[in-house]
């Protein structure tokens, strides 16, 4: 499988991975899925698999279950390795404790470009509107309403990649659609009902094919009951949330690939029956948009840290590229800090940000 960001990266994956492995990056990057290299692009990241027969030559510097020399690094305990070639990186893992969005940031930054946590949208004369925020808060609602009612164009619901003069890219991942996003997406709704319907069905002809011939099931069910946990197991799916490709939710002609951040609308939740609308300070945009992202990813902080603590990356030069991104994307825009009641329905939230003049 091969993806290109933007002409920015092409990210090669390796068809031997495993099925779950393949399926966490797919979810990341299927819309930017292509079919041939592009020769052009200087900036790679090649994922494979680790080997079982893995060795890692030239190590000098360990500890406990890592090693580390030059341009390599190795951690045994998660069949993790990676080398530096230029404008990217050789990747080889199980798939343990592997964020490919971590890495892809780390080119990013080597050309002043950073993931930023929010959702964004572009209007129709290219100037794009940032909704930073915590997961939950309605980006993905605020912006499928904008994008379907009031004529502007998706550029992302988590997460964008911004940079210099004001700079953003799409990254498009599948969106993940919860009971609540139904209001926003109501053409959902019997799709959901479709797939967990699909899924159950998959999930018997597995049933059935694992437990034939039955007589061994049978005699279980008989003596411990083990028969009925079995299926009771099987035919779980999880209704929780969809996962959807942007091209299903939204036509070409509503997605967009890039624009120029004017506006940053800071989204946040709070106990209170009223809206308010503040002005965002410089530190606090900067602070909170690092920090975010990094809660974000909280659970790959150990491959993070880890990496950083052999200095095979500069986890100081990462934190101050940001700041310095995200420094000028607040000194030249103007940037808002809107404090939502938690019972507020995004309709309502969009409603008041137009008569307030903070949207258009």
């Known amino acids: 499988m091969k993806y290109n960001l933007h002409n920015l990266i092409e990210i090669n994956v390796s068809e031997e991975l495993s099925p779950s492995l393949k399926k966490s990056i797919d979810f990341q990057l299927s819309y930017y899925k292509i079919n041939t290299s592009n020769n052009i692009i200087e900036n790679k990241l090649n994922i494979n698999p680790f080997p079982a027969d893995f060795v890692c030559k030239e190590q000098v510097e360990t500890s406990n279950n890592s090693s580390y020399s030059g341009d390599k690094y190795f951690n045994r305990e998660i069949d993790f390795f990676i080398q530096k070639i230029p404008g990217g990186f050789d990747i080889k893992t199980n798939g343990n404790g592997f964020l490919i969005n971590y890495f892809i940031q780390l080119i990013l930054l080597s050309f002043n470009k950073t993931f930023i946590h929010a959702a964004a949208v572009r209007n129709s004369d290219?100037?794009?509107?940032?909704?930073?925020?915590?997961?939950?808060?309605g980006k993905t609602g605020i912006v499928g309403h904008l994008v379907k009612n009031n004529y502007y164009q998706l550029l992302g619901d988590d997460l964008v990649i911004v940079g210099e003069e004001n700079s953003c890219h799409s990254f498009l991942r599948k969106f993940v659609i919860k009971n609540y996003h139904f209001d926003t997406y109501p053409e959902l709704i019997d799709y959901k009902s479709k797939l967990s319907s699909m899924s159950r069905k998959k999930a018997i002809t597995k049933f059935i094919k694992r437990n034939i011939p039955f007589a061994d099931a049978l005699k279980s069910f008989a003596s411990h009951n083990l028969l009925a946990n079995k299926i009771k197991n099987s035919l779980m799916v999880n209704d929780d949330f969809l996962s959807v490709s942007v091209n299903k939710l939204f036509k070409p002609t509503q997605i967009a690939e890039n624009g120029v951040i004017n506006k940053v609308i800071h989204l946040k939740r709070y106990s209170s029956n009223e809206l308010i609308i503040n002005k965002l300070?410089?530190?606090?945009?900067?602070?909170?948009?690092?920090s975010t992202l990094l809660n974000e990813w909280?659970?790959?902080?150990?491959?993070?840290?880890?990496l950083s603590s052999f200095n095979y990356t500069d986890f100081c030069d990462y934190i101050e590229k940001q700041k310095m991104i995200f420094g000028s994307i607040y000194d030249s825009t103007d940037t808002y800090d809107i404090l939502i009641p938690q019972d507020y329905k995004i309709e309502s939230i969009i409603n008041e940000m137009l008569s307030k003049k903070i949207l258009q």
């Open 298 to 306: 909280e659970n790959y902080s150990s491959m993070i840290f880890n």
């Open 126 to 137: 290219g100037s794009v509107i940032l909704f930073p925020s915590h997961g939950g808060i």
């Open 281 to 290: 300070n410089r530190s606090e945009f900067v602070n909170r948009s690092i």
